[in-house]
Structure formats: C-alpha cells, structure tokens
Nanobody
Framework: QVQLVESGGGLVQVGDSLRLSCAAS????????MGWFRQAPGKEREFVAAISWSGGNTDYADSVKGRFTISRDNAKNTVYLQMNSLKPEDTAVYYC????????????????WGQGTQVTVSS
C-alpha cells in the first residue's frame, strides 16, 4: 500500500508560477512511475506529466510541454511539478499518482492516488 499527499496548490494570476509536491509513504519500494493528473469540474481527469522512478524518463501532455517540469527526489520519496507561465485553463484539482507496473505507456494504469490540491489561475 502506498499513500500520496499533494501540497503546494493555491490561487495565482495568469503568468505566475507554482511548484506542487507529492510525498509518498508506505510501500514506496514498489513505486516504478509517478505522475501528475488534473481534473476540472465537469471534465475528465487528464494526464499532465510522469516520470520513471529509476531512470528519470519523462512524458508530458502537449498542453503543458515547455511550461511544466516534473522531477523527483528518490531519497525523499517525493515528486515535484514546477508550473510556469500558468494559464486560466490550467485551473483544476491536481492529483499525484504512483504505480508499480513497468510498461512503456506512462499515462495509464496508476494504482495509487492522492487526495488532490487545488490550483486556480485567475485572469
């Protein structure tokens, strides 16, 4: 069992930056990939970014590529999402996720989820 806790969300203005953190606990030795997803009210949850725990390979949604950066600190069992040049369409609840599977597709099959942190970008 893995527990995930997100932090760092808040209310910002267009063009501002935020850094989200996700701390993992429990059976963290089983984690192979961690990712960030987001969901706005009335919309489907969508993939944002992911990183492999061992090799540091990354994957980004086209909507955030060039603006967001995912990173991890293996020793601290923590993943980060640096968000720059924020837009109103980035407004959502952001969730971190973890999985133990070793598969090529980094956008699916996550078993563990955090409770989410709200990011609101005002215009």
């Amino acid at each position: 069992q893995v527990q995930l806790v997100e932090s760092g969300g808040g209310l910002v203005q267009v063009g501002d930056s935020l850094r989200l953190s996700c701390a993992a606990s429990g059976r963290t030795f089983s984690i192979r990939t961690m990712g960030w997803f987001r969901q706005a009210p009335g919309k489907e949850r969508e993939f944002v970014a992911a990183i492999s725990w061992s090799g540091g390979n990354t994957d980004y949604a086209d909507s955030v590529k060039g603006r967001f950066t995912i990173s991890r600190d293996n020793a601290k069992n923590t993943v980060y999402l640096q968000m720059n040049s924020l837009k109103p369409e980035d407004t959502a609840v952001y969730y971190c996720a973890a999985r133990s599977l070793v598969i090529a597709n980094m956008r699916r099959s996550y078993a563990y989820w955090g409770q989410g942190t709200q990011v609101t970008v005002s215009s």
